[in-house]
């Protein structure tokens, strides 16, 4: 355990979230700079809006505590979602128009593809949680000590992550 530990420092699991993070840009970027048919490069309004928002959600997430705390994306979003409609920005016709209940359509988008970028944000996500096992498993083994723990946990060949490796094999084939 003490080898994983190791492993996986505070650096490591930053990387590894800020991979993630990066992966999702070329998604994110032009809703974030209001990249439109219109305005294909963007408005630099919007774009500080924006960052003046992500900017407001840092702040809560780090000044409030408890529950308030966890709402800190919820409250960006209504703030963000307030402030353009004040702007006479958000247009709200798509979601009056919408059904109310539908059933799916167009299911059946023919044959998958391989997509690399979909591999890697799988890998990436796989060990962000694998990262994240081993760090409870860290913290439940110094609070527990080591008496009584599975024999996993004590950094022997059985590995708690081993049977997680072997899943995606299984997976692909079908079984």
């Keep these: 355990m ?3 530990g190791r492993a996986f420092t505070p650096n490591v699991v930053g990387v590894i979230l800020l991979l993630i993070a990066l992966t999702l840009i070329p998604y994110l970027l032009p809703r974030l700079i209001g990249a439109s048919p219109a ?6 309004a919007v774009f500080a809006v ?5 900017l407001f959600i840092a702040v809560l ?6 529950f308030l ?28 128009e919408a ?16 997509s690399p970028s ?3 944000s799988s890998v990436l996500a796989y060990v962000a949680v694998a990262v994240n096992a081993v760090g409870s498993m860290h913290g439940v083994a110094g609070v527990l000590g080591t008496q009584g723990s599975p ?7 059985r590995s708690p992550a081993w049977p997680g490796w072997r899943r995606p094999p299984w997976g692909s084939w079908g079984r």
């Design 2 to 4: 003490a080898r994983l």
């Design 39 to 44: 305005r294909p490069a963007g408005e630099g």
């Design 50 to 54: 924006s960052l003046s928002l992500i």
């Design 61 to 66: 997430a780090s000044r409030l505590r408890g």
């Design 69 to 96: 705390q966890t709402t800190a994306i919820m409250l960006g979003i209504l703030a963000g979602s307030l402030g353009f409609w004040v702007w006479g920005r958000l247009d709200l016709t798509p979601v009056r």
């Design 99 to 114: 059904p109310w209940l539908s059933l799916p359509g167009n299911l059946w988008q023919g044959m998958p593809r391989f």
């Design 118 to 120: 979909a591999v890697l």
């Design 151 to 157: 024999s996993g946990w004590t950094g022997d060949s």
